[in-house]
């Protein structure tokens, strides 16, 4: 899965609609993943201490407080 589809994805479980171009940059910033990169279960997006970043974006975005 590529990335900006991964965090489409997640923002469809944490926020309830689709990511916008906004939440993309803010991952791509936070993690240093670039958009099209691939994510596979070994990537290390994956690994805990990684992913925290990328939940952060999610949790610290405006969507989340009015869900």
Known sequence: ??????VDHLSRIFH???ADA?????A???TGVTAGTT???THQ???PSFHVRL????LDHPRHMSR
Do not use: N, S
């Open 55 to 58: 939940l952060v974006v999610f």
């Open 45 to 47: 997006l994956i690994r």
């Open 39 to 41: 994510i596979t279960a």
């Open 28 to 30: 791509v910033r936070a």
């Open 16 to 18: 309830g609609r689709p």
């Open 22 to 26: 906004a939440l993309l940059r803010a």
């Open 1 to 6: 899965m590529r990335f900006d589809e991964y």
